[in-house]
């Protein structure tokens, strides 16, 4: 770049900037698609593709928040036990309460979303670790699915299972629209608004961010509440899906975000990721599920495959920074 | 109206112990660059701080054109148009040059959507106003050299109407071509009328920018003038010429004949540097911040990446990679910082000093106790360390015993050459006699002593000979016969001229 010519403001082609940004990980995923289609070429059929998408949903719309707490250079453990606790709660309140559905969906919400707002003032206010506070969540929303069941199941009527098995058109799950709406609304927020150039600033020089005037605290707060949030609507998802309250509803399901949001090459230093790699993250997640599933390879090693392709895909991410890094 | 922008009258600052600024007089007239000059601790950087609402002084007045004004908050320092340039860039790196310059003021547009346009737009214009025409605003700021990162700190700081620039050591890491363009800027600032008080070590720097200068020196003032009327000997002159107080011991020991010696050592921050080093030697390694006094000796020990031609220990060549190896070669350092680098604070005494020899303590699984307590047992009473007992954490210690238990730790391996980095840093006068008696004692076994200090009197004091540095080359080795102050300060601050 020559020193005196003046720029022009350019305007880079949203979609080539994604797929530029995202090269290595979409070059992945269409080579894993080419693979397990050529075995199977059932997996290419819009059925298959729909049941990846509901599958990933929940991966997805968790990987949205976790995002968000990642870049700010936290975590959020909680995640899955407010999943479970949120359907937990939903299935009690419609069937032991009584409650009908348009009250039970507001009122569970509430109820899950209470978990990251607990998160965020602890987090804001104190300096204690997210990964401390966020642990001792997990086990008090998980200790709470089993005081709301006393252990039990807690069965809905079967109507409610419409939110998560039903169909938009016969075609869409409407898990699946659930999920494109939350990715808009928080891509625009994260990457449009300036509460999300806030969460890049706190994530990439909190010092800076500080003396720039930027309400450290009051971001923090809102992005794990986003989190928490997020995580309800999860859990309603699931409680509809399987029309049960089950105690160990979304085991676990914190670290499938983590990984999406790894996989879409978010920076484990934070200050750098996107909701766009994330969502993709989760599709590689799904794809990999999904595709190795019709390829009959046992569940135990599906995960082991899972663990070896994070390591890689962080490994390589790492040592491209490194490069980028030494010039 | 007054032409001055800033002046401070009887300033004075303490801190437990030690008092940082004593009645500080102080004046730039509006439009001016204003170079403030001193050694290391001289008292700069806490005028800065109370300048810039850090700190609050114990005393004295600030006025600002010509009121009265008390800068109790970075904050209120700002609203009166007060703004630093940090040595370290306070910049977000993962972000781009418009949203840095914005930070935290982001301009909106419709649903406080960030308006990305006006954002560039206004960049571009505050980017040209400084002479940087090339640079695209929408770049990320972890792609631009470290002198490019500090324009974009001074866009900010002109993006909120400053009126007085403060610059503390802002060519410190820059390379010739980019301090020129710094230069450059400050020059045009100037002609917008801003006022700039500079801080730098570099005298050529100086007098090619600078209208005045005001040198400190431990605190006080120490003189003004402007750059036409001062003279280079008055300069020194000022930055020097204390009175030393009679605490250091005396030495009784001589140094004996080269042992050591080291040439062609490199790194980013140092420039073919070589040196010998005697037998019972004190040697002095001073220069002023910046000019690469503790990369000599992390370049040679393998700490910095940077290549060494060529070592010599007892007339054999040696070859030192890491740390590990300068420790088997018998080369110990005890790092400037202590409690980063040196101990490991949140442990025991006893812990500490037998950590470098742990291996020969144990065996099989089984601490050789007795071995051990004797061994923490003689040293500490040989370091006269002051503790209830050596199972007390390092973290209590007082800084003089924290600093004796580094020398222990690395007294036990039994080196031939210890380098001391800054060892009196930080502590009181009586523990500073302490140390030097004991480097004194240390040299009489025979050991070669290192010894990199920025306190003047100590070089002077206590060495055989003085290696000066400036800018990561040697400018020259002062025997013991011609230690003065005026020597060692003008071979580290250079001369004039280009």
Redesign the interface.
């Known amino acids: 770049?020559?020193?005196?010519?003046?720029?022009t403001?350019?305007r880079a082609n949203p979609i080539l900037a994604y797929i530029n940004h995202n090269a290595g990980i979409l070059i992945g995923l269409f080579v894993m698609c080419v693979i397990v289609s050529t075995i199977q070429p059932n997996f290419l059929s819009s059925k298959n593709m729909f049941n990846i998408m509901r599958s990933i949903s929940i991966t997805g719309i968790l990987g949205f928040g976790m995002t968000m707490c990642i870049i700010i250079n936290g975590i959020d453990l909680s995640q899955g036990s407010v999943i479970g606790f949120t359907s937990c709660f939903c299935a009690w309140i419609i069937t032991d309460v009584g409650a009908p559905f348009w009250l039970a969906i507001p009122l569970s919400l509430l109820a899950g979303s209470f978990f990251g707002f607990i998160n965020g003032m602890f987090l804001a206010n104190t300096p204690l670790p997210p990964f401390v506070v966020t642990l001792a969540m997990m086990l008090i929303a998980r200790g709470g699915c089993y005081v709301i069941t006393r252990g039990n199941m807690i069965n809905v009527d079967a109507s409610f299972g419409e939110l998560g098995n039903g169909y938009l058109m016969g075609v869409v799950p409407y898990p699946v629209i659930v999920m494109l709406v939350i990715f808009v609304i928080m891509f625009?927020l994260l990457s449009?608004?300036?509460?999300?150039?806030?969460v890049?600033?706190i994530?990439?020089?909190i010092?800076?961010?500080r003396?720039?005037?930027?309400n450290i605290r009051r971001t923090t707060w809102i992005v794990y509440m986003v989190s928490g949030c997020l995580a309800a609507i999860c859990g309603i998802i699931s409680c509809s899906r399987i029309t049960t309250g089950q105690p160990t509803t979304g085991n676990a399901l914190e670290f499938d975000a983590v990984a999406a949001c790894y996989l879409g090459g978010i920076?484990y230093m934070g200050?750098?990721g996107r909701q766009g790699s994330t969502l993709l993250g989760a599709i590689v997640l799904g794809v990999l599920a999904n595709g190795m599933s019709m390829l009959q390879i046992p569940w135990y090693v599906q995960n082991i495959t899972k663990g070896i392709i994070i390591l890689a895909a962080v490994f390589f991410d790492v040592m491209r920074k490194k490069k980028a890094n030494a010039r | 109206m007054s032409d001055s922008a800033l002046r401070v009258e009887g300033i004075r600052k303490e801190f437990p112990g030690v008092v940082a600024l004593d009645d500080i007089h102080f004046e730039v007239k509006r439009g001016e660059v204003h170079a403030l000059l001193g050694e290391n601790g001289a008292g700069k950087s806490t005028l800065i701080k109370i300048l810039s609402g850090i700190y609050q002084p114990d005393a004295g007045r600030i006025f600002i054109g010509d009121e009265p004004v008390s800068v109790d908050s970075?904050?209120v320092a700002r609203a009166y148009g007060i703004s630093v340039i940090h040595q370290e860039l306070?910049?977000?790196?993962?972000?781009s040059i418009a949203?840095?310059i914005f930070?935290?003021?982001?301009p909106?547009g419709r649903?406080?959507?960030?308006d990305e346009?006006a954002m560039?737009?206004k960049s571009?214009r505050l980017l040209d106003s400084i002479g940087l025409?090339?640079?695209?605003?929408?770049m990320r700021v972890s792609n631009l050299s470290v002198a490019q990162q500090q324009m974009i700190e001074i866009c900010r700081s002109l993006s909120e109407n400053t009126k007085i620039l403060i610059m503390d050591e802002p060519t410190a890491s820059l390379a010739a071509a980019e301090v020129d363009t710094l230069l450059d800027m400050m020059r045009s600032l100037r002609k917008q009328g801003v006022t700039i008080i500079f801080i730098s070590h570099k005298l050529r720097e100086i007098y090619r920018v600078c209208d005045k200068i005001t040198v400190l020196r431990d605190g006080k003032f120490a003189g003004t003038g402007s750059v036409s009327e001062l003279q280079y000997d008055d300069l020194i002159n000022m930055m020097v010429g204390r009175d030393f107080k009679d605490t250091f011991p005396e030495r009784k020991s001589q140094s004996g004949e080269v042992f050591f010696s080291a040439s062609g050592i490199r790194s980013k921050r140092v420039h073919e540097v070589s040196f010998e080093l005697r037998k019972g030697e004190v040697l002095g390694f001073y220069g002023l911040m910046g000019s690469g006094r503790s990369e000599v000796m992390r370049a040679l020990l393998g700490i910095d990446a940077g290549t060494v031609g060529n070592i010599t220990l007892n007339g054999k060549q040696i070859a030192i990679r890491s740390p590990i190896d300068a420790i088997k070669a018998g080369i110990a350092l005890a790092p400037e910082d202590r409690k980063l680098e040196g101990l490991i604070l949140k442990q025991t005494i006893d812990f500490n000093i037998t950590l470098p020899i742990i291996g020969r303590l144990i065996k099989w699984l089984r601490l050789d106790q007795k071995l051990n307590d004797e061994i923490v047992d003689s040293i500490s009473k040989r370091l006269r360390i002051k503790t209830a007992s050596y199972e007390s954490k390092t973290l209590n210690l007082s800084g003089g015993n924290q600093q004796k238990a580094v020398l222990a730790k690395w007294l036990v391996t039994d080196p031939q050459i210890l380098i001391l980095d800054e060892p009196t840093r930080g502590i009181d006068v009586g523990a500073k006699q302490e140390i030097y008696k004991l480097i004194y004692e240390i040299v009489g076994m025979g050991v070669g002593i290192i010894l990199i200090s920025s306190e003047m009197p100590e070089v002077i004091n206590l060495c055989d000979r003085v290696y000066v540095l400036r800018e990561g080359r040697l400018t020259g080795v002062v025997d013991r016969t011609e230690l003065t102050e005026q020597n060692i300060m003008a071979l580290a601050i250079g001369g004039i001229g280009a």
């Not at chain 1, 003396?211 to 930027?214: H, Y």
């Not at chain 2, 649903?111 to 960030?114: M, T």
């Open positions: 770049m020559s020193e005196n010519t003046i720029p403001r350019r625009l449009k608004s300036k509460f999300g150039r806030n890049y600033a994530g990439g020089n010092e800076a961010a003396f720039s005037g930027i920076s200050g750098e | 970075v904050q306070s910049l977000a790196r993962n972000m949203e840095n930070l935290g003021r982001f909106a649903l406080s959507f960030v346009d560039w737009e571009r025409v090339g640079l695209d605003p929408a």
